[in-house]
């Protein structure tokens, strides 16, 4: 077949759709138990939503952009360039200051479900088009907050039994005490130029802090020796970190600090943290955030505290797969209807009709003058609790067999009320 999806890009079908109903569904309940309410963007924003929120010297802004060229207006003949989302927080930033929510009396809990379009070189666990759920905290510096987010994600991956991860935080300070450090940071990296890699020689000028976040083996070495931004906090800022620590502490939710946190995107402030999982490879990371009080001024607005995070949700997937935590994802039918002859395919079309208007799930094919066996097969594999078998002898005879497909019992049921008997039989998920 010469046609085919995007690289990087892909179908999701079947079972494998029923699943992410099944885990969206769950994390979507958690987060408006937590107070959060959906917000959705659309895919399209202006460049510079990207590239002055994420800044220009990271690999999103710099490489991993899919552009297009709107139309020409008609008057000007100028035309914009836009951007599919790489990420959401610049656009929920975009959202919040266009709508003006930042000045509601109260913080803003946002939340997202949404597709992802990053250039990116395609293998497992890092795609084209991937979906994150996101959460945002708007308006609220205190690390209470910052907290909330952690414990957060850290309900969303035990809600399903995922207990194999690691929760990683760092502080990447504030505007008042970076400068001081990146300084700190040059004079350290400066004798070690040479040994770094080309990527981290262009980093060292406008992003030093990013190569401490550098796989490569041998900037590691450099960045093990490196100095600490927690070493180099300020008063405030160190308060802050402390404060999100022992809030952690206090809900139990155990975690590690490591200095090698930065994030790939440059407005973060103070907190920053991962969620990291062994089950996933090499790209290890399920989700990931923190805070962002200098978001909102890179758009040229007054500045707003915020902090939130993104998950993955091709990797949890993933992680919850390897550790076979999805089987109850997939939906069964209530009922299979198994019309054996003309008169019985008329009447149980009929009931699947009227049984699915009220609820209850059925399946039904509409191929006629099919042999018990073949009906029998197709109950099987449709996974429905139920067969509800009807014969040319029993319509005459006003009645039904109903087999329970786990146990194997059959009973009778009149058909004067099958549709009450059925429908008492059908579950029922709240
Ligand atoms: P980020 O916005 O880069 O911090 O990403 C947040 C989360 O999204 C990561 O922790 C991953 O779980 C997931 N993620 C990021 N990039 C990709 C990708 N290219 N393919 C699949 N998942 C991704």
């Known amino acids: 077949l010469e046609i085919k999806a995007v690289r990087g890009m892909h179908d999701l079908l079947g079972d494998e759709a029923a699943k992410w109903q099944y ?15 959906e917000i959705r963007t659309p895919v399209l924003e202006s460049a510079e939503v990207f590239t002055q929120a994420v800044g220009d010297n990271t ?10 060229q709107d139309r020409s207006h008609p008057e000007s003949g100028k035309s914009e360039t836009l951007v599919l989302r790489p990420e959401a927080t610049s656009s929920v930033v975009r959202a919040v200051l266009e709508h003006q929510l930042h000045r509601a009396p109260h913080p803003q809990r946002l939340y997202y479900v949404l597709p992802m379009f990053r250039y990116e070189r395609p293998q497992k666990g890092r795609l084209r088009q991937f979906h994150q759920i996101g959460a945002e905290l708007i308006q609220d ?30 502080s990447v300070g504030s505007e008042a005490c970076r400068p001081q450090y990146k300084e700190a940071l040059k004079a350290y990296l400066h004798p070690h130029l040479e ?11 406008r992003a030093p802090m990013r190569i401490l976040d550098c796989k490569v083996e041998s900037c590691k070495v ?67 955030g ?30 919850l797969q390897a550790k076979d935590l999805l089987s109850g ?46 009906l029998m097969k197709q109950a099987d594999r449709s996974g429905a609790r139920f067969t509800l078998l009807l014969g040319e002898d029993e319509l005459a005879a006003g009645s039904a067999a109903l087999k329970n497909m786990s146990t194997g019992e059959q009973e009778k049921l009149s058909l004067a009320d099958i549709e009450a008997e059925l429908k008492r039989r059908a579950c029922h998920e709240a």
């Not at 885990?23 to 309410?37: M, N, P």
């Not at 690999?59 to 552009?67: C, G, N, S």
């Not at 907290?147 to 994600?153: C, T």
């Open 195 to 205: 040994a770094l890699c080309e990527q981290c020689k262009k980093r060292y000028e």
């Open 329 to 374: 994802g997939v939906k069964k039918p209530d009922f299979y209807f198994a019309p054996l002859g003309e008169k019985a395919f008329e009447a149980l079309y009929a009931l699947s009709i009227q049984m699915k208007r009220q609820g209850v799930s059925v399946e039904f094919s509409y191929e006629r003058d099919k042999k018990l066996k073949w």
């Open 141 to 170: 510096p205190s690390p209470e907050a910052d907290a909330e987010m952690i414990v957060l994600l850290d309900t969303i991956f035990r809600t399903f039994g995922l207990k194999d991860f690691e929760i990683r935080i760092n």
């Open 222 to 288: 450099i960045a093990e020796k490196a100095p600490r931004m927690v070493d180099h906090l300020d008063a405030e800022s160190k308060a802050h970190f402390e404060g999100v620590k022992s809030r952690l502490r206090e809900a139990r939710v155990a975690f590690v600090e490591d200095t090698s946190i930065v994030r790939g995107l440059d407005y973060y402030s103070r907190t920053a943290f991962e969620f990291t999982s062994s089950l996933l490879g090499a790209q290890s990371a399920l989700g990931g």
């Open 23 to 37: 885990v969206e569904a769950r994390i979507r309940s958690i987060l408006e138990t937590f107070g959060y309410s």
């Open 59 to 68: 690999d999103i802004v710099e490489k991993q952009m899919y552009t297009v």
């Open 290 to 319: 923190g805070r962002y009080d200098e978001l909102a001024s890179r758009f040229g607005a007054p500045a707003f505290p915020a902090v939130g995070w993104a998950l993955g949700f091709e990797r949890l997937i993933m992680a």
